[in-house]
Nanobody
Framework: VQLQASGGGLVQPGGNLKLSCAAS????????ISWFRQAPGKEREWVST????????YYGDSVKGRFTISRDGAKNTAYLQMNNLKPEDTAIYYC??????????????????WGQGTQVSVSS
């Protein structure tokens, strides 16, 4: 089982990036996939989730309306489209696999596996 996160980079404020989380060793759509991020000196925080039940999506307040989580079953990959990026979005972004209850999707201890992280830097 492996999750491979990619797509990070340096972008100016207002710019866009699309992160990918490629899964191997399991069928991605059978699991809940979440994105978390960790900025320097801060705890890892929950960003977004796409649940294994119905593909329902959820977003943190700080990214709602700007980020979109999705998945492609044929490619066994999840995505995080990030638009209108802000300097405060700067962090290492991680994808994670699990089957948490809806009330627990923000709990990073619930997840089974994590990708290695991809750096997103937003700066002019």
């Amino acid at each position: 089982v492996q999750l491979q996160a990619s797509g990070g980079g340096l972008v100016q404020p207002g710019g866009n990036l699309k992160l990918s989380c490629a899964a191997s060793g399991f069928t991605l759509a059978q699991y809940t996939i979440s994105w978390f991020r960790q900025a320097p000196g801060k705890e890892r925080e929950w960003v977004s989730t796409i649940r294994h039940i119905g593909g329902t999506t959820y977003y943190g307040d700080s990214v709602k309306g700007r980020f979109t989580i999705s998945r492609d079953g044929a490619k066994n990959t999840a995505y995080l489209q990030m638009n209108n990026l802000k300097p405060e979005d700067t962090a290492i972004y991680y994808c994670a696999r699990g089957r948490p209850a809806l009330s627990a999707i923000r709990d990073r201890d619930i997840y089974y596996d994590w990708g290695q992280g991809t750096q997103v830097s937003v700066s002019s």
